[in-house]
């Protein structure tokens, strides 16, 4: 069993930068893929960036150029920085995990972490 605890959240203004921060508890995660996810109100959970073992990464297109997906195996962590942030990046975020699928599709992770809040203001 994997536990996932976000961190990192909060309120900023259009152009500052933000640090999500995900702890992977339990089992080990070392070759997991990894996800961030993001969930605005009134819209489906999508697809932010993941990360593989290897450290694949991929981005939704939105955010490309802004956003960075990073994990560190040994603290069992994985990071999203958020740059440039835009009042469209509102939502709130969650971490997912997967030992067998690395993709868009969320009902495919097994693990989530609860979610943390994104909002910025123009």
């Known amino acids: 069993q994997v536990l996932l605890v976000e961190s990192g959240g909060g309120l900023a203004q259009a152009g500052d930068s933000l640090r999500l921060s995900c702890a992977a508890l339990?089992?080990?995660?070392?070759?997991?893929?990894m996800a961030w996810f993001r969930q605005a109100p009134g819209k489906e959970r999508e697809l932010v960036a993941l990360?593989?073992?290897?450290?694949?990464?991929d981005y939704m297109d939105s955010v490309k150029g802004r956003f960075t997906i990073s994990r560190d195996n040994v603290k069992k962590t994985v990071n999203l920085q958020m740059n440039s942030l835009k009042p469209e990046d509102t939502a709130t975020y969650y971490c997912a995990a997967s030992p067998y699928y690395s993709g868009s599709d969320a009902s495919r992770y097994e693990y989530w972490g609860q979610g943390t809040q994104v909002a910025v203001s123009s």
């Open positions: 990360i593989s073992s290897g450290d694949y990464t």
């Open positions: 339990g089992r080990t995660y070392r070759n997991f893929y």
